[in-house]
T-cell receptor
Framework: ETGVTQSPTHLIKTRGQQVTLRCSSQSGHNTVSWYQQALGQGPQFIFQYYREEENGRGNFPPRFSGLQFPNYSSELNVNALELDDSALYLC??????????????FGEGSWLTVV | AQKITQTQPGMFVQEKEAVTLDCTYDTSDPSYGLFWYKQPSSGEMIFLIYQGSYDQQNATEGRYSLNFQKARKSANLVISASQLGDSAMYFCAMREGLTTDSWGKFQFGAGTQVVVTP
């Protein structure tokens, strides 16, 4: 148990639709990052939020956006869904600055299928 | 360019035997961290072990140890006394730097599927 929870666990959307995925960070953690994991691949970094602001982004288009709330919950929004967006979306939280050995703690992910 | 390379897509290992999972990395940042995660079929990424670039000794956590060879840029995971519950996908990951914008930015390899047989 990492204390990071995600919802929904599974969902199916149609191409062109929009989706919102939610994450509740471990208590006290001030940083949340989101990852996309396509089938058979390693996770790919989408972006990171620290103190409610995006402060790092991977190679993902602007239709991937997010929010972090004061209670350290967060959202990942994806607009204009494409078939290639079908993947496991992982949320990870951590306490920035605690120490180099401090890892990020993942939730169980949200499985998104775009048809 | 791929920053983390895991060359073994899959491995079979017998129960109670040891297994070594290979990982090589590429970075020019002198400060970095290397992490191994286990991912069962449920999807959750489970943290196993960490090695810092300035650490002089190899990291160990229970049955997990990390064979860190800095000059060769390799960070192989050794699982001793394998158990049936060790069957999962294993990922090597790297965090470059310790700035605020790099903190949650991990780069992962493609993973190695481990199957432990009785």
């Amino acid at each position: 148990e990492t204390g990071v929870t995600q919802s929904p666990t599974h969902l199916i959307k149609t191409r062109g639709q929009q989706v919102t995925l939610r994450c509740s960070s471990q208590s006290g953690h001030n940083t949340v990052s989101w990852y996309q994991q396509a089938l058979g691949q390693g996770p790919q970094f989408i972006f990171q939020y620290y103190r409610e602001e995006e402060n790092g982004r991977g190679n993902f288009p602007p239709r991937f956006s997010g929010l972090q709330f004061p209670n350290y919950s967060s959202e990942l929004n994806v607009n204009a869904l494409e078939l290639d967006d079908s993947a496991l979306y992982l949320c990870a939280s951590s306490l920035l600055g605690q120490g180099a050995e401090n890892t990020i703690y993942f939730g169980e992910g949200s499985w998104l299928t775009v048809v | 360019a791929q920053k983390i390379t895991q060359t073994q897509p899959g491995m079979f290992v017998q129960e109670k035997e040891a297994v070594t999972l290979d990982c090589t990395y590429d970075t020019s940042d002198p400060s970095y961290g290397l992490f191994w995660y286990k991912q069962p079929s449920s999807g959750e990424m489970i943290f196993l072990i960490y090695q810092g670039s300035y650490d002089q000794q190899n990291a160990t956590e229970g049955r997990y140890s990390l064979n860190f060879q800095k000059a060769r840029k390799s960070a192989n995971l050794v699982i001793s006394a394998s158990q049936l519950g060790d069957s999962a996908m294993y990922f090597c990951a790297m965090r470059e730097g310790l700035t605020t914008d790099s903190w949650g930015k991990f780069q992962f390899g493609a993973g190695t599927q481990v199957v432990v047989t009785p």
